[in-house]
């Protein structure tokens, strides 16, 4: 694991915005499963594993879609990655407001392109929509995974579900508070089923949610770095 970056909110701040940002994949991937063809945006696990059933030719899925998603994926957090590499040391506020910027600025303008018809949702022309979405969501993991917040990952629950249970008094384990864990799974499975009961209606609305959740963790970044900036000075390292 990268160095911890240290995050200029508070700590519960921090983990609403994460918490949030859990939501978003929630609604991302409602998107990309059930209008994209069976396929994941930001769980790459499961597109791995669609990438492996696909081998029987029965199965309905599409190795291009998966492929293209992992593709999508690594490009986005390769973007996000080097970001922090060269701004999170000097400015750690200013990296986040800006990865997080990114991200709801790439889902915004799917949105809009969408909306246009100008990115589909079927046919050959989805795996452009597939990559674009899955960058988004690549910027958004490469971004957490640099801030290193135990538990809320915002992505892969797995391992949250593990120690939810390993951890627990049941298990003979210490039996830390579960609320970041809980709240990591309602705040998944809170998105993914907003995500499919507004895309019967509209998926551009699920994406448009999306980005307007990202631009509001966005713009919390940017209000704590304005928060500690000393007069007339740069804003403050935390």
């Known amino acids: 694991m990268p160095t911890a970056v240290p995050s200029p909110l508070t700590s519960r701040q921090t ?5 949030t940002l859990t939501a978003v994949t929630g609604l991302v991937d409602a998107v990309s499963y059930l209008r994209l ?3 994941f945006v930001a769980n790459m696990t499961g597109n791995v594993v669609f990438l492996g059933f696909s081998t029987n030719p029965h199965s309905g899925l599409s ?4 492929v293209i998603a992992i593709a999508g994926f690594m490009a986005g957090a390769l973007a996000g990655g080097r970001a922090a590499h060269s701004l999170a040391a000097a400015w750690p506020g200013r990296w ?3 990865a997080v910027a990114g991200e709801a600025l790439i889902l915004g303008l799917t949105a809009a392109l969408t909306g246009a018809g100008v990115l ?3 046919g050959e022309g989805r795996f452009a929509t597939i990559a674009v979405l899955a960058s988004a969501l690549g910027v958004q993991n490469s971004t957490v995974r640099h801030l290193g917040a135990p538990d809320l990952t915002t992505t892969v629950l797995t391992l949250t579900l593990t120690g939810l249970a390993a951890d627990s008094n049941l298990a003979g384990g210490p039996g830390a508070k579960p609320h970041r864990r809980l709240g990591s799974v309602a705040a998944m499975l809170a998105g993914a089923a907003a995500g ?3 895309l019967q209606w509209s998926p ?3 994406i448009s ?3 307007t959740l990202a631009a509001v963790v966005a713009g919390a970044f940017c209000t704590a770095i304005l928060a500690t900036r000393p007069p007339g000075g740069q804003p403050g390292r935390r």
């Open 15 to 19: 983990a609403a915005a994460l918490l």
């Open 37 to 39: 063809g069976h396929v």
């Open 63 to 66: 190795p291009a879609a998966a």
């Open 96 to 98: 986040l407001a800006t």
């Open 120 to 122: 589909p949702f079927a």
């Open 196 to 198: 499919a009961g507004i």
């Open 204 to 206: 551009v609305a699920v």
């Open 209 to 211: 949610i999306a980005a």
